[in-house]
């Protein structure tokens, strides 16, 4: 199964996501915030990223242009409750999720990303 990253800087989010993703044999890695979340792209290099747009230290856009710039290969979904997803696939999203999800809208997003 894969590796993924969750960036979040809800707690729930991250605990929830982890709950369902780990309940079907990912390994999940998770951050509180996009500088973070980078610092643990580098160190891990995980497949998939999941990365909320609205979050306090760094907007999650800036983190996925960064994340971009850098070189990460890595599929990225863009997640928010509406605010930004509409811009997210310009800097660098493949996909965007649309919050509040099912377990099943997810599930099928990443198996359609990761094959």
């Not at 497949?47 to 290969?73: C, F, H, N, Q």
């Not at 997210?88 to 997810?106: H, I, M, Q, S, T």
């Amino acid at each position: 199964m894969a590796l993924i990253l969750v960036i979040d800087d809800q707690e729930l989010v991250r605990f929830t996501v982890k709950r369902i993703l780990a309940g079907k044999g990912h390994e999940i890695i998770e951050a509180a915030t996009g500088d973070a979340g980078i610092a643990l792209y580098r160190q891990r290099s995980p497949a998939l990223v999941l990365a909320d747009l609205v979050m306090p230290d760094k907007p999650g856009g800036e983190t996925i242009a960064e994340l971009r710039r850098s070189g990460a290969t890595a599929k990225i979904v863009a997640m928010s409750g509406g605010d930004g997803l509409d811009k997210a696939k310009a800097l660098g999203a493949d996909a965007v999720l649309e919050k509040p999800f099912r377990a099943d809208a997810l599930l099928a997003m990443l198996a359609s990303l990761l094959g």
